[in-house]
């Protein structure tokens, strides 16, 4: 097998709950809580729903799993799908540069739900996941050539599975080429007008990687170079990389590294509402004749340079619009999941005229401030008047880290409209303590809100 394949099945198959350090179990527990509450609060989102449909009438199989706050056995590929369009449907969810790694939590939490797992064991796989995901991100700049981020989930994905399912180097080896091989996917699902499949193409990824770490594990071979033989990864689209070593070998654990969102957008946008708003509180809107908004490349190129996002139509193309997230937060303050993106919010003529004012500028001094996320705004009244507004690592970003009474208003906020405050309080009390629950599904259970 070629080296990536074996550097990342030797981690994954190898990784324990001894082998984490406390920052790292912290941080882990932090982002499931966030995973779960993102989740809740999407729990009747129509992807999932279209899950469920497809689903309708299965049985689980050999490798079974369940279903996030229905309860219900599927095979596990379709609970893990639909569990992830949950998480992921608001864009609310953890975020690594080059793409989200909660977006493979799904099969993981459904197949463990289905099984007899401690939370240890459990947050040992969830690990797996989120350092393989960071260390492929920055090695490979899928998503900085015009990939997809699907392709980082479903190996990600797959090599959680094999971990949860204590599988070998070699039987995981299988998984991890299955994966690679299979899943690289065009990046179109973010540009232009967006439509629901931006938040569901990593639920599809997340699934396939469950398919081929299950297909490994019924003696299924899978290529043992699909990044550094011919035609694999490295000759069709990157070039050689090497990946950081992992946490076993010396390396950082990057857990931690994992942004947490604030507010439900982009994750560029967060600095965006921010200033929007400070702003607010010097200046209306019938007060400004221009906006300038100094970025980085990347937000201009993700948020502010397309046509669509000066006139969004759809929810999807709203929440990765730098005019809409600015002057909405302008209007109507803090956004929300809830009253921000609705219809007719999102399509609002009255909200045009604003949005027109706003020009995005790439700013080379903030490109090479990065990874610090620094945006600047200045705003000029009718008067001629400047206001000037610069936001640095907002709320969530490494440097700046929400903290665990920040995770809890956020989980609150999505879960307590659909499970009652006084149950959202006791879950919340129960999954901080994730690492000492004898059987995580049971855990999980907690947050079911319908029989079925």
């Not at 882990?28 to 993102?38: F, P």
Request: charged share 20%; proline share 6%; hydrophobic share 40%.
């Amino acid at each position: 097998m070629d080296n990536i394949t074996k550097k990342i099945a030797g981690y994954a198959s190898s990784l324990s709950f001894n082998n984490l350090d406390e920052p790292t179990r912290h941080a882990a527990t932090q982002r499931l809580i966030d995973a779960l509450g993102c989740g809740l609060g999407a729990y009747d989102c129509e992807p999932a729903q279209i899950g469920r449909r497809l689903s309708a009438g299965e049985t689980p199989g050999k490798y079974a799993g369940r279903v996030l706050f229905y309860g219900n056995r599927l095979p596990a590929e379709s609970a893990g799908f639909i569990n992830t369009a949950m998480i992921r449907n608001f864009d609310f969810n953890d975020r690594y540069p080059g793409g989200h790694p909660s977006d493979a939590l799904g099969p993981l939490i459904g197949l463990a739900s289905a099984m007899q797992v401690d939370g240890q064991r459990f947050l040992a796989a969830m690990s797996v996941v989120y350092e393989i995901f960071a260390r492929l991100a920055d090695a490979a700049q899928l998503s900085r050539r015009g990939w997809d981020q699907g392709f980082g989930i479903s190996i990600s994905a797959a090599a959680g599975v094999c971990n949860l399912l204590g599988l070998s180097l070699e039987t995981t080896a299988n998984a991890i080429g299955i994966a690679a091989s299979s899943s690289v996917p065009l990046r179109v699902t973010r540009s232009g007008e967006l439509t629901s499949w931006k938040s569901v193409a990593t639920a599809y990824a997340a699934r396939n990687g469950l398919f081929a770490a299950c297909l490994a594990a019924e003696g299924q071979e899978g290529p043992g170079h699909a990044f550094e033989g011919r035609a694999g990864l490295f000759e069709n689209i990157t070039g050689p990389f090497t990946l950081a070593d992992f946490p076993t070998e010396g390396g950082p654990s990057l857990t931690p590294r994992v942004q947490l969102k604030y507010w439900p957008v982009e994750t560029n946008g967060q600095p965006v509402i921010w200033a929007a708003l400070d702003l607010r509180k010097s200046l209306a809107a019938a007060d400004i004749k221009s906006i300038e908004v100094f970025a980085n490349k990347f937000t201009w190129f993700e948020i502010g340079s397309e046509p669509e996002k000066w006139d969004p139509q759809t929810r999807e193309t709203a929440d990765h619009s730098l005019p809409y997230i600015f002057a909405r937060a302008f209007v109507d303050g803090p956004i929300t999941t809830r009253s921000s993106f609705t219809d007719d919010k999102v399509r609002d003529p009255a909200l045009r005229p604003l949005m027109s004012k706003l020009k995005v500028t790439v700013d080379d001094a903030l490109e090479a401030m990065l990874p610090r996320m620094v945006l600047r705004v200045t705003a000029t009244a009718t008067d001629g008047r400047e206001h000037k507004v610069e936001i640095v690592d907002p709320l969530g970003h490494p440097d700046n880290p929400m903290q665990d009474n920040d995770i809890e208003e956020k989980f609150s906020a999505m879960a307590a409209p659909v499970m009652g405050a006084d149950r959202c309080r006791r879950s919340l009390d129960a999954l901080w303590k994730a690492r000492d629950a004898d059987n995580i599904g049971a855990l999980f259970a907690m947050l079911d809100l319908k029989p079925h």
